[in-house]
């Protein structure tokens, strides 16, 4: 092996090809030289930048832990000078967060700052998004397990107790009573059990217990019913594949979706007929919801609501690293396509690591 003779020439093309940028300043923070990388990031040339501009006019500031933009105790001053961010302003006037690392390095009767920079603001982004997604994975987690709590509060508590007072009133009513106190007990008789099975439609509506219990499928066919005679929209459930149970996140997150499509048919498709198909393909379990009415066109939305609902759904796909796809024909009818891809063991296959993948 021949060791490699470090040069000056393959020194100054090191310096000219890194892809960090790479600039020295001198004691005055005038900039003295500066390499390709730098004038790339920074859009001006070697030319304009070397004698001419100080480092103060392209950096505006550094981040540290308690401050997100400051000029207080410059890097350029410290004697000693650990790896840092600070931001650089380009010719263009964008401001780019760079992480930098510096070395003071002696030169002909003086002594240079070399600074070694690079944009960070792709990594940022995609931190930013993490984060945000994080943050929505708690919201949507916090939430399930609220309405869970409060759905069997209403079941078991509530529920219980109007329960109870139905008994005591059928047993009160079976006594020798006068006409007119009958046909008042007759009248809470029936608000009692008609508040009962409100309360019991409110605890489904909430959470129903036969997605933790039963599964999906079985959930989706009660919900079906239920939508029936609540809306009086007909739906037609086919299931292909295998019948099997996935992880309560992914049964939950279809089920929110398949909720959330067919609550916007009932509200807008103006149609009484929809199509439901789950389909369990080994690697990937799809779910679609179809409606042969208005439609409506997804790149221009007219919100007639919160206007939370689609991206709620992409949201919740997305955590477990499926995807949604939403086809709308106005005048033909709109179709939502989840896909959700599984491991082998019918598990997301592809999941975010701060999501709980039971
Ligand atoms: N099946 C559908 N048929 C016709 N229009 C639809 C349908 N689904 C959605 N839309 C249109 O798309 C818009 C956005 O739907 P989205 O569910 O995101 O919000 P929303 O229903 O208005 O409010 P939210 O769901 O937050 O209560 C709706 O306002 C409606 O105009
Ligand atoms: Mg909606």
């Known amino acids: 092996m021949i060791p490699l003779q470090i040069s ?18 001198n004691r005055d923070g005038m900039i003295i030289a500066a390499n390709r990388s730098f004038e790339a990031m920074s859009g001006y040339t070697v030319q304009e930048l070397v ?57 002909e009767g003086d002594e ?31 939430q399930e397990e609220e309405r869970k709590r409060i759905s069997r509060d209403l079941h078991d508590g509530i529920g219980q107790a109007l329960y109870s007072i139905m008994v005591g009133l059928r047993v009160v009513n079976q006594l020798q009573l006068e006409s007119q106190v009958k046909a008042h007990l007759d009248e809470v008789q029936q608000l009692t059990s008609r508040t009962l099975e409100e309360v019991k439609n409110l605890s489904v509506e909430l959470r129903p217990s ?78 679609r919801i179809v409606d042969k009415g208005v439609g409506f066109d997804p790149e221009h939305l007219r919100i007639k609501g919160t206007g939370l609902g689609l991206f709620g759904m992409r949201e919740r796909a997305s955590l477990l690293g499926g995807s949604v796809r939403i086809d709308s024909v106005e005048g033909v009818g709109t179709r939502i396509e989840v896909s959700i891809p599984l491991d082998e063991k019918g598990g997301p296959k592809y999941v975010h690591s701060f999501v709980d993948r039971r």
């Open 112 to 142: 240079a700052l070399v600074l070694i920079l690079r944009d960070i603001t792709e990594q940022q982004r995609v931190e930013r998004e993490r984060h945000q997604r994080q943050l929505t994975n708690y919201v949507i987690q916090a």
């Open 210 to 287: 036969a997605l933790d219990d039963l599964g999906l499928v079985p959930a989706i066919r009660s919900y079906l019913k239920r939508f029936d005679e609540t809306f009086g929209i007909q739906s037609e459930l086919t299931v292909n594949g295998k019948r099997r149970r996935y992880p309560s996140v992914v049964e939950t997150a279809l089920y929110r979706i398949l909720q959330e499509a067919m609550t916007n048919a009932a509200k807008y498709a103006d149609t009484d007929q929809l199509f439901i198909t789950l389909t369990d393909a080994d690697d990937n379990i799809e779910l």
């Open 8 to 25: 000056s020439s393959f020194l100054e093309s090191l310096f000219q090809n890194v892809s960090d940028a790479i600039l020295a300043i």
């Open 51 to 107: 004698g001419n501009i100080n480092l103060c006019d392209v950096c505006i500031g550094m981040a540290t832990c308690s401050e997100e933009m400051t000029c207080v105790e410059c890097f350029a001053k410290r004697q000693k000078l650990p790896s840092f961010q600070m931001f650089v302003r380009t010719k263009s006037g964008e401001e780019l967060p760079v992480a930098a690392s510096s070395t003071r390095l002696p030169t």
